[in-house]
Structure formats: C-alpha cells, structure tokens
C-alpha cells in the first residue's frame, strides 16, 4: 500500500489568499484525521471523519478553516483567507477500526507557510 | 476526559546509553496506547502499540514499552540508543469502542550525540 498521500507537500502563499490541501487515505481505512504541528502549540487535532462523514470539528480554529471528504478516498483542508499564524506543518492521517483495535498512519505532511 | 502527560520535554544522551521516557495518562477504563516517532522533517510513524495481552510490547528498532495499569504508565525503553535515533517521540492513548481521537502528549525531544 502506498500509505496516506498528502499534496502539496509544501506551499508557500501570501496572507489573504486560499488554501487547499489534500489527502487521499489508505485504501480501506474508514476514519480520517486531519492535524496541525506547530513548536508553539505541538500536535493539534482538527478534525475528524468516519465514512466520510465529520463526526468531530472542535478543533478547528476559525471560520476560515473548513474540510470535506466528498468520498472514501479524498478529503480536503481549505484555508480561506490564510494568515500568517496559519503557517504550521498539516498532517493527514488514516485508520480503520477492526475490533477496537485502530491504528493511525500519518501521512507525510503539508508545510504550509504564510507570508 | 483523557490525557497524556510526557514529563521529559528535552533528552540528552551519548550513544550507547539507556534510555526510558516517561508517559502517564489519565483515564479510568481500558486503553489502547501507542509510542509514534518523528524523526527530524518527517511525519510520524507508528513505533509499537499496545491493545491487549502482555503488557511488555516490542516495537521497530529495537524499542520496547511496558503497560503498568496501576500506574497508568506506557514508558519508552531503549537499552541502547543510537545517534539515528534523534527524534522526538509521542505517547497516545484511546479508549477502544469510545471516542475514536487519539490524545497525544506534548512529545520528547530525544537528542543523542556520537
């Protein structure tokens, strides 16, 4: 399996404009996971789905910030408009949960960063 | 609600030492508990995981955990690192059939010099 697939794996853009990073999960995993690493403020969950459908966004920061997950095997992170604090390294992650046993697999990371 | 305390943010060790970094969580049920790794610039990969069974689990690399439920610890051992494995590291807990997010802990910062 190739794993999670995140794109791009780094953007650069300036404050104002928009955002959009991708994820494409492990075939088969149910459950996908969107995160933000910073130094300041260490890993962070933003949001997650289970078959494609959000079942907790608590930790999404702002309005600006939304996701979909049109189907099994796509999701997106929109960031509109980006500002400069928005900069962080954003990881997509996926699982799937067999008998209560789940495991995450992280994808590689987007490096976002805001000028 | 659930949480993960890693005690040790910064360690520092030569190669060839011992080393054990501490995880405590909180949560009074049964957990799943797992130890991710990052290396520098890179996205976190799984390290070893407990779920059930003998509590002293094996992971990648040499690296091994121990699930002590009296004491709500997950603790990271290595008999002897390398300077490959600078790193920080992540504990995590969830609950199994409960909510499906994992609660990281703040992470520890491994830094091991030839």
């Known amino acids: 399996d190739a794993g999670v697939i995140q794109s791009p794996r780094h953007e650069v853009t300036e404050m104002g404009q928009e955002v959009t990073l991708r994820c494409k999960p492990i075939s088969g995993h149910d459950y996908l996971f969107w995160y933000r690493q910073t130094m300041m403020r260490g890993l962070e969950l933003l949001i997650y789905f289970n078959n494609n459908v959000p079942i907790d966004d608590s930790g999404m920061p702002e309005d600006r910030f939304s996701a979909k997950m049109p189907n099994a095997s796509f999701s997106t992170l929109k960031i509109q408009p980006s500002e400069p604090r928005d900069s962080a390294v954003y990881f997509c992650?996926?699982?799937?949960?067999?008998?209560?046993?789940?495991?995450?697999?992280f994808g590689p990371g987007t490096r976002l960063l805001v000028l | 609600a659930q949480s993960v305390s890693q005690h040790n943010h910064h360690v520092i060790l030569s190669e060839a030492a011992s080393l054990e970094l501490g995880c405590n969580y909180s949560?009074?049920?049964?957990?799943?508990l797992f130890w991710y790794v990052q290396y520098p610039g890179q996205h976190l990969q799984l390290l070893l995981k407990y779920f059930s069974g003998d509590p002293l689990v094996k992971g990648i690399k040499g690296f091994e955990a121990e699930f002590i439920k009296s004491k709500f610890s997950f603790n990271l051992r290595k008999p002897s690192v390398q300077w490959s494995d600078t790193a920080e590291y992540f504990c995590a807990v969830n609950a199994p059939g409960g909510t499906d997010k994992l609660i990281f802990g703040t992470g520890t910062r491994l830094q091991v010099f030839p």
């Open positions: 992650a996926s699982s799937s949960r067999t008998g209560g046993q789940e495991t995450q697999y």
């Open positions: 949560y009074g049920g049964t957990v799943n």
